[in-house]
């Protein structure tokens, strides 16, 4: 690499350098950022992300169900965006990025990026780290990152997530077994699997849920109460061995009470209540699985349970549904080719995208992770749209109301061919390859544009304009997508019994006949008003509207942008 030339640089432009060089890190991940930087980044500068909604190609089954949102275009401008609409809202982000393997799987600037560029790692890296790092400020508190990765940028991408997302905050390295059989063209080793990285925004607020991903093991929790899934198993020490009797351990073999309609079990002896001890069928004196006091814990906890087998009273314990998640994952039904490949296959009637993931893999990690209630998904790296199919298929399961958000660009038309066709089919219902009808899954979802406004150097034309820009932004954030009223001055827009109104009007000449129409609605009510002061509406003017949340628009969007593109 030529040595750079400092001889014909300003002071100022010296003092940048020194400056620049005095603070960079002792330890981290270092590349050559400024050489080529991305465009749709520096374009930013210049023209400001909206969105816009494509007609024609929502899907409504019932409005009652989840509304899900597909994004197309860059997913650098759809993440700005959504840094105004869900800043600290989603749950689970999943990513599958391009691997960088050299073999063109993805553009920079307009070109494919192949092996003999020899700044492919760099450019990657950029590109990584300016999504991430807008990626990180979606998140929730207790919200968790997954990066699907393969060996090419296994070491790259983790130093950069240990930056952005903390070192403390990885909770681990997944080896995912997608192709057991091995690739049989490679020279060394028959590549069989690739990685999955899980990162926390803060890792002491997240957990797992206590699922089994595992179905063999789920297959065993047959039982069911408030607090989940469970199986019985008895409370007696069964394991073989000096320390199961009660010879080795006296303090762990004392009676339990139980009435004879097993709704009362105590340590307290009491009339009508009969002692159990941990005595096995052969007769053996054995001990139970805790002492008195960690017993009592577990009977107060509703974790004890008595059942009568042959005459004879059974104390069993509780075990929720939960396993021990390990770091290698190897279910057959995460087979790319079988449960990735031939599944877009069938749905799309015909080959439009290379290795897509298994939908049963991206299924595991959303139980895993996400609530059924009121979890957000995004994937802006959404590819052949797996991501949105595991969201709806476990909806299905277990009656979830999840939603998902999918980001893609439109590259050989893959949102409008292979994307949103995918995610169209199985909400709807489609014939498979075998000419086979397949019952639809229902929810609805929405098509979105990344689109752009003029960065006008006056300050008060770029808040007008974007401010007519805004509607699809804001039904976006706040969750209202229905339009049911549209004037030259404002928009109503409604979902269940909430309700949106976005006022544009910069003359406020009808915002009395607004207020009229919003008071005349009832349930839970926002209003989205221009003004050109930053601090926002002047209350006055809205004395008489009932039960409504006002907010400012744009300068919000504004500060956002501010933060983001540095204008």
């Known amino acids: 690499m030529a040595k750079k030339d400092y001889s014909n640089l300003t002071k100022d432009q010296l003092l940048d350098v020194i400056e620049k060089l005095e603070g960079k890190k002792k330890y981290g991940l270092v590349w050559d950022e400024e050489r080529v930087p991305e465009k749709v980044v520096t374009d930013c500068q210049d ?3 909206v969105l816009t909604e494509v007609k024609g190609k929502e899907i409504t089954t019932d409005e009652n169900e989840p509304t899900h949102i597909l994004i197309e275009g860059d997913n650098y401008h759809a993440l700005s965006v959504l840094n105004y609409t869900h800043k600290g809202k989603i749950d689970l982000i999943y990513i599958d990025p391009p691997y960088n393997t050299g073999a063109k799987d993805w553009k920079y600037n307009n070109d494919y990026v192949d092996k003999q560029d020899t700044f492919r790692h760099s450019k990657w890296l950029t590109m990584m780290n300016h999504r991430l790092q807008l990626a990180r400020e979606l ?6 990152i997954v990066c699907a990765i393969d060996h090419n940028e296994l070491f790259t991408i983790g130093v950069l997530m240990d930056e952005i997302f903390s070192e403390e905050n990885r909770l681990g390295i997944v080896s995912v077994v997608h192709k057991p059989e ?3 063209q490679e020279k060394f080793f028959g590549t069989s699997n690739e990685f999955a990285l899980f990162y926390s925004k803060n890792k002491p607020l997240s957990k797992f849920n206590k699922v089994a991903i595992d179905e063999e093991t789920d297959e065993k929790f047959t039982e069911n109460d408030d607090k989940g899934n469970y199986r019985l198993k008895n409370f007696i020490r069964m394991a073989d061995g000096k320390y199961a009797t009660k010879e080795a351990k006296p303090k762990f073999y004392y009676p339990i009470y139980v009435s004879d309609d097993l709704k009362t079990i105590s340590l307290e002896n009491a009339e009508d209540l009969k002692a159990i001890y941990p005595i096995i069928k052969s007769g053996v004196e054995r001990t139970w699985k805790t002492l008195p006091n960690t017993f009592l814990d577990y009977l107060n906890d509703g974790n004890i349970i008595a059942k009568k087998e042959n005459e004879e009273i059974v104390i069993y314990e509780k075990l929720y549904e939960d396993q021990v998640i390990r770091t290698h994952w190897i279910k057959k039904e995460y087979h790319a080719y079988h449960f990735g490949t031939k599944i877009l ?4 009637g015909e080959k439009k995208f290379n290795f897509p993931k298994s939908v049963h893999l991206i299924e595991d ?14 994937d802006f790296f959404a590819g052949s749209g797996t991501t949105g199919h595991a969201v709806l298929n476990l909806n299905k399961k277990d009656g979830g109301n999840r939603r998902f958000i999918l980001c893609t660009n439109n590259e050989n038309e893959i949102c409008e061919e292979v994307t949103y066709p995918r995610v169209k089919n199985v909400i709807v219902g489609y014939k498979n390859d075998k000419k086979e009808s397949v019952e639809g899954l229902g929810n609805n979802l929405k098509y979105f544009k990344t689109s752009f406004v003029a960065n006008n150097r006056n300050k008060d034309q770029l808040k007008i304009d974007i401010t ?3 509607s699809e932004m804001l039904c976006l954030k706040e969750g209202i997508f229905n339009l049911i009223k549209e004037e030259a001055d404002y928009k109503i827009f409604q979902q269940g019994n909430r309700y949106l109104a976005v006022y544009y009007d910069f003359a406020n000449a009808s915002l009395d006949e607004l207020k009229e129409e919003m008071n005349a609605l009832k349930g839970e009510k926002v209003l989205y008003c221009f003004t050109v002061d930053n601090h926002g509406l002047d209350k006055a003017n809205f004395r008489g509207w009932k039960n409504i949340r006002l907010e400012p628009i744009p300068q919000k969007i504004l500060d956002v942008y501010k933060r983001i593109f540095k204008n």
């Open 468 to 470: 007519k820009r805004c």
């Open 47 to 49: 023209k400001l992300p």
């Open 345 to 348: 296959d069938s749905i799309l």
């Open 139 to 144: 998140l929730k508190d207790d919200g968790i």
């Open 182 to 184: 091995g690739r049989n």
């Open 365 to 378: 990690i959303l139980k895993l992770i996400t609530q059924k209630n009121n979890s957000t998904i995004l």
